[in-house]
């Protein structure tokens, strides 16, 4: 079973009637209470397997209450949570390790979200989305609420799932694709040509994490952090494909033999030696990119190099301060 699904069930059989008994005795957090499972984990992006549940998997849920009344009422509703049982429908006592204290159990809505994303409410402007980091974004907004009684968190959860303001996404995109293109279609090639194949492997990570992220953002989903930004490609309702490519771009090659042997004639355009067969892949991935930017209007350049659309998206932003921040920020 996923946790996820763990997580509902056990709600479902003691969590509803936990929030009503505590209700009863305490009558100011009347309809006071959200509950679901939202943060950290595998189960929260719904990736979890069997390996995942040796460590901070178990049945358990987050119980989230304004901070006025948190301040007042934390302490015991948290023990009253401590009371329920551990065990559940056959799976064992949560196992907490050190990464996973205070994930689950009764929270503080405020706390909650700036321990995420270190604000207690959704960003109001283009500079305040452009500060935050993607992969915290999609901690805050992943998962499910199964209640929400109250309104709190799950009004500053629609705002965070409505994504970003169309400069920040324009912006961001422009920064992933300048990025691509210099690791990629630029720097890979030129320093395997040079003989600095530790160099062309950094240059191909670099290229990976801004293609995931770049998909994602085409996608107007948040990037995870490093584990899981290419497994959450797969689902992707454009480029999935994607996927698959970059799996092919991780499989064992011999490079040095590729670039070795390589001779003038081999090169497509002259620059994309076509014995590699990560150079090839590589430009595969930046035409796919190419042909989405141009089919969605966010750039007009028309060009094989994805630098161009990069600057093509920076002139389509209005807002002049993140018009003028450095290509590659964001």
């Known amino acids: 079973m996923k946790g996820l699904e763990l997580s509902k069930r056990y709600f479902e059989a003691y969590g509803i009637e936990l929030i009503r008994k505590l209700e009863l005795l305490y009558p100011d957090l009347k309809g006071c209470f959200a509950a679901g499972l939202v943060g950290y984990g595998s189960e929260c992006l719904g990736f979890d397997d069997v390996i995942s549940t ?27 949570y401590n009371a329920l049982p551990t065990e559940f429908d056959g799976y064992s006592a949560r196992r907490v390790t050190a990464f996973g204290n205070n994930r689950v159990g009764v929270l503080c809505t405020e706390d909650f979200y700036y321990g995420l994303i270190g604000r207690e409410n959704a960003p109001e402007t283009n500079m305040e989305w452009m500060a935050l980091r993607e992969d915290r974004l999609l901690l805050a907004s992943n998962g499910e609420v199964f209640l929400d009684e109250y309104g709190q968190f799950s009004e500053i959860r629609k705002k965070l799932l409505a994504f970003y303001p169309q400069d920040v996404l324009l912006k961001k995109l422009a920064a992933r694709c300048a990025a691509m293109a210099q690791s990629g279609q630029y720097n890979y090639g030129r320093l395997s040509q040079r003989g600095e194949w530790t160099g062309a492997y950094l240059s191909l990570q ?17 990037t995870p952090f490093y584990k899981w930004m290419h497994r959450s490609l797969k689902d992707m309702r454009c480029l999935s494909e994607i996927y698959g490519l970059l799996d092919q771009l991780t499989a064992p090659f011999d490079s040095r033999q590729a670039w070795g042997s390589a001779v003038p004639e081999d090169f497509i355009y002259g620059i994309i030696n076509s014995k ?32 161009a659309h990069a600057i093509s998206m920076m002139k389509k932003i209005k807002d002049t301060k993140i018009a003028s921040m450095q290509l590659l920020e964001g």
Request: aromatic share 12%.
């Open 206 to 222: 670099e290229f990976i994490k801004n293609t995931c992220s770049a998909v994602h953002l085409l996608n107007r989903k948040y």
């Open 54 to 80: 040796d460590h901070d998997f178990g049945p358990s849920f987050c119980l989230w209450m304004p901070r006025t009344l948190y301040q007042l009422y934390g302490e015991v509703c948290q023990k009253a």
């Open 276 to 307: 590699d067969s990560r150079a090839v892949i590589i430009e595969t991935i930046c035409q796919l990119v190419i042909r989405q930017l141009e089919a969605e209007g966010f750039s007009d350049a028309h060009d094989m190099y994805l630098e």
